[in-house]
DNA sequence: TTGCTTTGCTCAATCGAGTGAGCAACGACT
DNA sequence: AGTCGTTGCTCACTCGATTGAGCAAAGCAA
């Protein structure tokens, strides 16, 4: 059906190797003639050929193509991190397939085993998580040497090339703006606790109240996943307790769009303008007229970044691939809103 | 590095047919004895064999993956689809690789062309519209019998199995609504004029007009693009306007977020409580304390059927597919909001 | 004329799996 | 003993591109 590199060879009367060198712009080395050259160019253009991947991958060892499993490809964190790997990849020459997990470590195993399968030279995932079996298969790609980089999230005991925000330094300062609003009773909305995020992110919202010598109430962190449900479920608990909080920290976006939805129905007082933080940001924070701090992170330099480190990897020897892990946190910017 | 099926065949001293056809499940077909078969099926999980997807592509002509060219993937009503394709394909065997073209023909084209040269079985694609040579490259996949669905969008004088949702009477319900309310100079923020999605929704907001009588002024018909910036420009544009208008339709979710943020640094009046009508949800539109109205397109359904479609056309023979075009219309659902 | 270099290509193997054709061994039947 | 059918495999080509090795022709020098 297509055309193949052999029907331009054929008609043209050159070997398939002429042609080969010709496309591949190593007519210089091989002293093609221009004249020749030229006629297989044309004629390549004029036939509209397109070199077939598979063959090429599959004789080549590399398709010039990286996947990139995340866990949630609905939440326009990740769809923004996404987009803008491939627009870093592209560059180098390289093209993303992305997948998503939806959280669950099976399904991330089983893209990691397909994307392998179908060539990919090189992986960023953002983990499930989670520990033991469910990141075991995280675990062989290291033994195997496979260029993996960790975006995101990090795996206790998997030392793995990776680039992630500041998540303790930014649940932090976020919990000190809200302390510094006079909060005294700041409960946290989590997310998974297998995710090397909601630990992290815990433990900075944990350190800032020890800075002011505010003992904690442990009925005040909850967890459960990453997803609307999950902050509609964390909003509800919080309506039930005896004495409400006085201010919410958020462990994503989505957990904060719960969080308000179940809010909304709840009674003013002292509902209604709590004060919130949370990280990422979501569409029309600005309208909602209530105390709230953001905790932006860079996709773009994320996804950048573990790109580029991902590129490094595959130009490096393969002795050289057993080096150091090298990890990147970047730094979140804090927008504030309301009144 | 990986395991072969040559790998296994050499350790069992079997050749590496017998390797291949046991392990396609053709073992019955071709009288493998029942224990040679078990042997191999052991020695294969046991080495963690893996199939090399880039050589069985070449070899067999099929890859068992779709590709999926959506408008803009940072958008929720498109990684929902894409998240719905990708349910639907894996129930049938298939994967499904996303790409986002950004609204770009361009961009599109060339991702097209990446996905054809990794083998793609067949495509689904969200088009970014336009005429001409801005769909030179689906005309030319269409020639080419090359198995294409389109979701979402549909391109003039291309007749070619799509599936979408009922924009005109969507627009037409989500414009009476207004109506009903009693507004009567009511705006339509569109999105790009190429887009089939913009026309018919454009179409189906005069037809309500004409339904009640009512002449449009073309000074409340806008269009740009589906971005958060064009709802921006709209909004802005609106409020230099002589006459304000008494009520808004957004042509989709980002319009209406644009819209929105521009809106809350308005003069409270008329523009605080001026009712609106969109389609695609955003999260917590419900605590926006506004008269609100939204079309919801079922986009799990979308994904659905489109993957069922263009399935549906890979099995058929060729001459089959020379079939006239077979189009979908999915209802959408109408979600109110606000006091 | 012989010998050497340079130019400009071609040959053929290779990647990993799929597949039509074929074939040896064995039992059964005439 | 000869023929046939069945069982259980193997052989060798194929998909489309890449690549090391090799080779004919032309040019040039001795």
Redesign the pocket.
């Known amino acids: 059906m297509a055309v ?3 029907d331009i060879a054929d008609s043209l ?6 042609v ?2 010709v ?2 712009g190593q007519a210089q080395k ?4 221009s004249d ?1 050259a030229e006629r297989i160019l044309k004629e390549a253009t004029r036939r509209g050929y397109r ?2 991947q598979l ?2 991958g ?3 060892a590399s398709t010039r193509t990286l996947g990139l499993v995340v866990s949630d490809i609905s939440n326009p964190f990740f769809a923004n991190l996404a987009w803008a790997a491939e627009q870093a990849a592209e560059q180098q020459g390289f093209a993303v397939v992305v997948g998503s997990s939806g959280e669950d470590p099976a399904r991330e195993q089983a893209y990691i085993e397909n994307l392998r399968s179908r060539g990919v030279d090189g992986l960023l995932v953002a983990p499930a998580g989670g520990s033991g079996a469910a990141v075991a298969h995280l675990a062989k790609l290291k033994d195997e040497r496979f260029p993996l980089v960790l975006i995101d999230r990090f795996i206790d005991g998997l030392p793995c090339d990776g680039v992630a925000v500041e998540n303790r330094k930014a649940a932090r300062m976020l919990t000190e703006a809200l302390l510094n609003r006079g909060a005294r009773r700041i409960a946290f909305l989590g997310g998974r606790e297998e995710a090397s995020t909601h630990r992290e992110r815990l433990e900075g919202f944990l350190a800032a109240l020890k800075g002011k010598r505010i003992k904690h109430d442990p009925a005040l962190v909850l967890h459960g996943d990453f997803s609307v449900a999950s902050g509609q479920r964390h909003a509800a608990q919080l309506l039930e307790l005896g004495t409400p909080p006085d201010a919410l920290v958020c462990a994503n976006n989505k957990i904060l769009i719960g969080c308000l939805e179940r809010l909304a129905s709840a009674p003013a007082e002292p509902w209604a303008a709590l004060p919130m933080a949370s990280f990422d940001e979501v569409p029309f924070l600005s309208l909602l007229r209530r105390p709230l701090v953001i905790a932006r992170q860079p996709e773009r330099q994320l996804g950048a970044r573990a790109v580029a480190l991902l590129l490094e990897r595959l130009k490096a020897s393969p002795e050289a691939r057993a080096k150091s892990a090298h990890t990147e946190r970047l730094e979140v910017e804090l927008k504030e809103f309301g009144i």
């Not at 009367?13 to 002429?18: G, Q, W």
């Not at 091989?30 to 003639?33: E, K, V």
Request: hydrophobic share 30%; no cysteine.
């Open positions: 193949r590199m052999s009367r050159v070997s398939r190797s002429t080969s060198r496309l591949s091989f002293r093609i003639a020749t070199p077939s063959a090429r599959l004789r080549t």
